[in-house]
């Protein structure tokens, strides 16, 4: 597609229920990154992918996080045990080439999680 | 490790004033620089960057920032704001090999 499509929108989840997130990335975008934004504050990084390889994941809360991207497109963010604490918008971006290029980013709409 | 500060978390400025807004970073490396601007309802885009050569980046929307390496400083300006302008505008830094670190936001209100 022309832009970075993450689904759903908006995810409610009961406290402890497993949730996942998807992230379709620009077509022919070899990095992917996930960033959790908690309301007023700016995007943390989580994960980044370059193709299918998990290249950083040091921004990954607590094991109850984990994110995939088997084929080197889409890509998984899953939340195990949702936590009130894990309620923020996930974001999704991809790029073209690897960071070092220094290009910017696409960013997808993002997911809206809330822990209830 | 890399970090980015925003000197301001709210701004409120009548339509056609001057706008600067304050970004400083650490960064161990050489640098890569960048505003995003995040519009009600809307995703993150990019609003201009630096990656080498002229300090001063020009970007879309009449936007500009200049790159002071001495002051670790990269600040976005404009000389006269709209009230299409009122939107969260974020600082990133990013090294050649890393990724991109996101200060907190300034959020920015235009009075018609």
């Known amino acids: 597609g022309a832009g970075v499509s993450q689904s759903p929108r908006y995810k409610v989840a009961k406290r402890g229920q497993d949730v996942a997130l998807r992230c379709d990335p620009i077509?022919?975008?070899?990095?992917l990154f996930w960033y959790q934004q908690a309301l007023g504050q700016g995007p943390e990084f989580l994960t980044y992918?370059?193709?299918?390889?998990?290249?950083?994941k040091s921004g990954l809360p607590s094991d109850r996080f984990f994110a995939e991207r088997p084929e080197g497109s889409v890509s998984t963010l899953k939340i195990q045990r949702t936590q009130q604490e894990d309620s923020a918008v996930y974001l999704c971006?991809?790029?073209?080439?690897?960071?070092?290029?220094?290009?910017?980013?696409?960013f997808g709409s993002g997911t809206r999680l809330t822990v209830v | 490790a890399q970090s980015v500060s925003q000197h301001n978390h709210h701004v409120i400025l009548s339509e056609a004033a001057s706008l600067e807004l304050g970004c400083n970073y650490s960064y161990g490396g050489t640098v890569n620089l960048f505003w995003y601007v995040q519009y009600p309802g809307q995703h993150l885009q990019l609003l201009l960057k630096?990656?080498?050569?002229?300090?001063l980046v020009k970007g879309i929307k009449g936007f500009e920032a200049e790159f002071i390496k001495s002051k670790f400083s990269f600040n976005l300006r404009k000389p006269s704001v709209q009230w299409s302008d009122t939107a969260e505008y974020f600082c990133?830094?990013?090294?050649?090999?890393?990724?991109?670190?996101f200060g907190k936001g300034t959020r920015l209100h235009i009075l018609p």
């Open positions: 077509s022919g975008h070899v990095s």
């Open positions: 971006a991809s790029s073209l080439r690897p960071p070092l290029t220094g290009d910017g980013y696409t």
């Open positions: 990133a830094v990013g090294g050649r090999d890393d990724k991109i670190i």
């Open positions: 630096y990656f080498s050569g002229d300090p």
């Open positions: 992918f370059q193709n299918e390889a998990q290249l950083d």
